[in-house]
């Protein structure tokens, strides 16, 4: 069974720094892994998807890196604003009944 | 159009109302999903419609009752839930059951309360 842990489950940054969240995966068998983020009582927003056969994707400030073999991903944030103050989420498709399996997600506060 | 709509955004009910959650989205997607969250915590797979079809139930109580009218709506029926099924009620959509270069997108969600 898939499992998917995101560490740290908060961080507190001050505005301007560059940050990295960091999730992993058990089950390297995966199709891709998408991050998203979430504010608070709102739904999901997709930030990027990484296919199993890329390492990258960027978008903006935001990149994410994958390696399939040792079951990891970051997400790195350049130049941090108090506006990507928010939840994490890491999710991983792999095979199986369950398409998507997420992690419990780092909350990150960016203090202006 | 990247829209996922969910109606309500807030719901407040009883034990022994009866109610439902509508879904909507015009992207032409033939996977649909629901999902579960409550506070601080991931989302939790709920059902999955594929083609209009339900091919996913991940052993929900059968007070949860989904539909998929069309291929642009999908319902959640809810009958004589309990307090400890409030949580925030998610909706996503993809063009494909994921396998390969899917998005997910998700609505805005409808948060209910059950007294």
New interface residues.
Partial sequence: KQEVTQIPAALSVPEGENLVLNCSFTDSAI??L?W?RQDP??????LL?I?SSQREQTSGRLNASLDKSSGRSTLYIAASQPGDSATY?CAV?SSG????V????TRLSVIA | DTEVTQTPKHLVMGMTNKKSLKCEQHMGHRAMYWYKQKAKKPPELMFVYSYEKLSINESVPSRFSPECPNSSLLNLHLHALQPEDSALYLCASSSRLAGGEVTQYFGPGTRLTVL
């Fill in positions: 199709y891709n998408q998203f009582g709102k739904g999901l927003t997709s998807l296919q989420l498709y009944n369950t398409p998507l997420f992690g419990k997600g």
